[in-house]
């Protein structure tokens, strides 16, 4: 569906731009590179590695890639994040973003992933958010594209049920009814 994947895995990469002086995995299928050595690929693996940010990341995909704007599957699954780095919401075609085994442990990161319209299959599942009570909900409410959190499909019944958690709370307000009136 989006070609075959630019490999990066297992590299003991520090930073994204690590990935412009490494070769890619060679994998069953090879990705097809145009004239000036770019990938026409939309997928990024760049999974077990050593990556805490993503500084570098919107260069170092117009490096590699013929249309970087257009990345719609991205593995940054096993590293060291902890945040969600604004350039990721940059990405508006991304539907797969892999995140499981990392560092994120507030859920004001995930909010700002809501910006992806496309967006439909996350994983968060070994970050630390993952034990704070309603996390399936927060994430479901937060990303209302999702189809598959953490390798499980998003059911219609934990839809409304994230939107009835969601839901605010009404306060009671005093009416001003007089006591005849009761």
């Known amino acids: 569906m989006f070609g075959a994947p630019v490999d990066f895995s297992f590299k003991d990469l520090c930073s994204v731009e690590d990935v412009l002086s490494e070769e890619p995995n060679k994998g069953v299928h090879t990705p097809w590179r145009n004239s000036e050595g770019k990938f026409a690929s939309r997928v990024l693996r760049l999974n077990n590695n050593l990556l805490s940010n993503m500084n ?3 260069e170092t995909l117009s490096a590699l890639f013929t249309e970087p704007k257009r990345l719609a599957w991205l593995d940054l699954s096993f590293n060291d994040i902890t945040h969600i780095h604004p350039v990721l919401t940059e990405l508006v075609e991304l539907r797969v973003l892999y995140l499981h085994g990392n560092s994120v442990c507030n859920f004001s990161e995930v909010d ?13 599942h070994g970050n630390i958010i993952e034990t704070e009570h309603g996390y399936r909900n ?4 937060a990303l209302p594209h999702l189809k598959m959190m953490d390798f499980s499909a998003v059911t219609k019944q934990e839809r409304v049920m994230a939107s009835i958690w969601h839901r605010p709370r009404r306060s009671r307000k005093p009416t001003n009814r007089s006591t005849e009136d009761i």
């Open 112 to 124: 700002k992933l809501g910006a992806l319209p496309l967006l439909h299959t996350i994983t968060l």
């Open 56 to 58: 570098g990341l919107t």
């Open 138 to 141: 927060y994430v479901i409410t």
